[in-house]
Every structure is written in C-alpha cells, then in structure tokens.
C-alpha cells in the first residue's frame, strides 16, 4: 500500500500558515512595554516623591503593583516580543557563529539547500525559522525553545567550537511545503521511497545536496573567524 | 551601597527593579543578542528586587510581630 498521500495529507494539514497583520507578540510586546513605562513612572513617583505623603498600607499597595505586578506583565510582554521577532533571519544572524549560514544563503551563487531556496523566493520571509520548525503541536514552541537556548548559550558565552546540529532533521520539515507540488508528488523515485522517506531512513538532503555549506566549506572551525574570542 | 541596602531595602528594591525594568526594553529595539542578553539580565534583576522587597516586607510584619 502507497503511504505517501496518507503522510502528505497529515504533514500539509499540519503546516503553519504565515502570521499576517497583528500577531499575539506584537500584541504582547505593546503590553510589555506599556507596562515598563507604567511601572518605571510609577516607581519613581511612589518611592522618590509621594512617600512621605502615603499612607503606610497604600504604600505598600502602590509598591506591590510596580515591583510585583506589573513587572510580571513587562516580562510576559517582552517574551513574547523576544519570541516573535525570533523568528527573523536577523535573529539568527545576531549571533556571529551564524553569520556564515546566513552569508551563504544570502550568495546567489552558492549551491546550498538554503541559498538555492532563498534565491528562488520560496520562502518570503522567516527563511531560518520556516526549515528548521518542527510540524506538529509544540514545533513552533520548540524552536522558540532552541532559539532562547542558542541566545543564552551566545550572551553568557558558554557555546563550545565546533557548532553541531543536534537531533535530527525529520522529512517532515522539506515535505510541509513540497508536498503541495504536483513535482514533488509525481517524481517516481519519491513514490518509490515513500516507507523511507516517511519513517525518515532516508532524508531529502541525502539526495538534494546539503542545506548549508560543509565545515570544510566554512573554513573548519568558526572560531578561527571571529575577532576578539 | 551596603548602607542603603540595609538602611532601606525597599528603595534598594526599588533601584534594582528600576534598573531591571530599564534593560528589559532591550528586547523592543532591533533584535541583537546584545539587547537579548540585557533582556535577560533585567529579568534577573527584576526578581532579585522582588525577593529583596518581599523579605524587607516579611521582616517588617515578624518586627511588629503581625505575624
């Protein structure tokens, strides 16, 4: 039995569409920094101008709103304004480790995966975070989750040469798209590879070249690049 | 420093959350790991001036004995 419609049809159900217009972290970060501003006026008024004028118990009210409260806002609404505009090529790019993935996918004439589908406008926006998003319930969440990690590993300076991918890159992930072509379906080695294809045993690069240029490709370790580290 | 933190724990409280609130708006210009790291950083200090009021609060009601 040919198993390739059944995992086309689950894994396009699945795939996100592009966020347009207002979105929840835009949203959020509107509240978060309404609440900082509220918070940091608050404070100052409270502890450095009517102090002497509050009562003892109004005072500590006040206080507990602008230590408490709405710092507890400023933090959900600046996450969520961090997790949405993780998702931006930019983002990914602020870190120097990966200047040389997005420099490549950038280059018209390199032959890697990423360049080859950043130069035909496959993907408009988000390129990093559209292939390296898992499908299902919490793919968005766990490459938010990497994200933060990759951030803090870079800000405390505890990353480790050579950069690796960890995990694995399911199918899942090239097929969330292609599976919509009518090139992709009708290609008679992908009709016959289906229970490999499907279960992973065989992965989309293995065939199409690899995503990103090789460590080789990149000079050998990204430390020997960078200045000052 | 040390005098104000024990003089007045809640205004020092009150310092550190000022100075956490102010970094967290590192995370609303532009997207940098610099500006993520402030993020992170003004988290930090936002709970830590939550903990100091917290206690200076709990200490004050155990003085007077309201608890």
Request: hydrophobic share 45%; glycine share 10%; net charge positive.
């Amino acid at each position: 039995m040919n198993t390739l419609p059944i995992f086309l049809a689950s894994v396009v159900q699945a795939a996100p569409s592009a966020p347009s217009g207002a979105t929840v972290g835009g949203a959020l970060g509107t509240v978060g920094l309404l609440a900082i501003a509220t918070a940091i006026v608050g404070l100052v008024l409270v502890e450095f101008v009517w102090k002497s004028r509050l009562a003892v118990s109004t005072y500590r009210w006040l206080m507990l709103l602008g230590l408490l409260v709405l710092p507890a806002f400023a933090v959900v609404g600046s996450t969520g304004n961090t997790f949405e505009h993780m998702k931006s090529v930019e983002a990914c790019g602020s870190c120097h480790v990966m200047n040389q993935f997005v420099d490549d996918m950038h280059d018209p004439g390199s032959a890697s995966l990423a360049a080859r589908h950043f130069a035909s406008g496959a993907i408009p926006k988000d390129q990093c975070y559209a292939c390296h998003t898992s499908y299902g319930l919490f793919g968005s969440a766990a490459a938010k989750r990497d994200g933060m990690r990759h951030w803090t590993l870079y800000a405390t300076g505890m990353w480790k040469e050579p950069i690796v991918f960890s995990g694995s890159y399911p199918n899942a992930n090239c097929v969330g798209c292609h599976a919509k072509q009518p090139e992709f379906r009708n290609e008679p080695s992908h009709q016959a590879l289906t229970v490999e294809l499907t279960n992973d045993r065989i992965a989309c690069h293995s065939c199409h070249g690899l995503p990103h240029p090789s460590r080789t490709e990149r000079g050998g370790d990204l430390i020997s690049t960078m200045n000052g580290r | 420093m040390r005098a104000l933190l024990f003089q007045d724990p809640i205004r020092t409280a009150v310092v550190v959350q000022l100075v956490g609130l102010c970094l967290l708006t590192g995370a609303f210009f532009g997207i940098s790991a610099f500006g993520i790291g402030m993020w992170m950083l003004g988290i930090g200090l936002l709970l830590v001036g939550v903990v100091l009021y917290l206690s200076a609060v709990l200490s004050d009601l155990r003085r007077r004995q309201a608890i």
